[in-house]
């Protein structure tokens, strides 16, 4: 399989500000990612609070750049924010004077792609995520998981090779989220993204995950990949209560319970 996305030795440092009279220090956020992403991969990303999860997932998307190093995608580097990368937050940043319909299409009016074409683009993702009956609906009217579901639509309709999401299920309840982690992969399953998903849930890593990547506390490196050998996810009844599942959440926490441990107490020093 060719590789999507390369990061070498990629670190990320940020200047912090100090109190009067003391010299602004740097603060390393990062240091020496090495990680390659695989075309129409999902890969997930785990790490205690703190240690640069969402300043990795910035600088693929080129919405900041490295301190060092490089990032590769299909082999040029990234120089900024582009069509090709489609990102999901946590917040889902809906216009809220715009119907479902609207702000699916919104990428597409802002190419300048006809009114006719656009909503037909747009209507085909509200489809693919199920809300095809609730185009005409304002944020307001949609639970939190339609709106989820809105903001995914929207990702996918300009179609980008990959597709970044930052714990975009994090604020929802757990029935929601698991939902949406099913439905989420029905979806890669059809379209085949790329996919880079950030969680801090262990379950929701394993899950939706073909590899986890364990990420240190600050500052943050790759602590180990571990491969996901789960298949039919989406049709095994009850897949997280399976003995195989529950083995690798272990392996994930063995890895990651000790890098909890230290952000703890960066926190508290």
């Given at each position: 399989m060719s590789i999507k996305i390369r990061l070498s030795n990629v670190s990320k440092t940020f200047t912090t500000r100090a109190a009067a009279g003391v010299?602004?220090?740097?603060?390393?956020?990062l240091q020496n990612i090495n990680l390659d992403v695989r075309t129409g991969e999902f890969l997930t990303i785990v790490g205690p609070s703190g240690c640069g999860k969402s300043s990795l997932l910035d600088m693929i998307g080129g919405l900041s750049k490295p301190s060092s190093g490089e990032i590769l995608l299909d082999g040029k580097p990234i120089t900024g924010a582009a069509l090709d990368r489609g990102i999901v937050f946590q917040q889902y940043a809906?216009?809220?004077?715009?119907?479902?319909?609207?702000?699916?299409?919104?990428a597409l009016e802002a190419r300048g792609m006809p009114k006719a074409e656009r909503f037909e683009i747009a209507r085909?993702?509200?489809?693919?995520?199920?809300?095809?009956?609730?185009?005409?609906?304002?944020?307001h009217e949609l639970s939190g998981g339609m709106r989820q579901r809105v903001a995914i639509a929207r990702s996918l309709a300009h179609d980008p090779a990959v597709l970044l999401m930052d714990?975009?299920?994090?604020?929802?309840?757990?029935?929601?989220?698991?939902?949406l982690q099913g439905e989420l992969l029905r979806i890669w399953e059809?379209?085949?993204?790329?996919?880079?998903?950030i969680t801090h849930g262990l379950e929701e890593a394993v899950y939706?995950?073909?590899?986890?990547?364990?990420?240190?506390s600050r500052p943050g490196r790759v602590k180990a990949v571990?491969?996901?050998?789960?298949?039919?996810?989406?049709?095994?009844?009850?897949?997280?209560?399976?003995?195989?599942?529950?083995?690798?959440?272990?392996?994930?926490?063995?890895?990651?319970?000790?890098?909890?441990?230290?952000?703890?107490?960066?926190e508290l020093s």
């Open positions: 010299a602004p220090a740097p603060f390393v956020a809906l216009f809220p004077w715009r119907t479902a319909l609207q702000n699916v299409a919104f085909e993702h509200l489809a693919l995520v199920g809300l095809s009956e609730f185009e005409g609906r304002y944020p714990e975009p299920f994090a604020a929802l309840d757990a029935q929601t989220r698991e939902t059809r379209a085949r993204k790329t996919v880079i998903f939706l995950g073909q590899r986890v990547a364990v990420i240190t571990i491969d996901i050998p789960l298949r039919d996810r989406a049709s095994t009844e009850d897949l997280r209560s399976t003995p195989e599942f529950g083995a690798l959440r272990h392996q994930v926490w063995s890895l990651i319970k000790d890098e909890v441990v230290k952000a703890q107490a960066l």
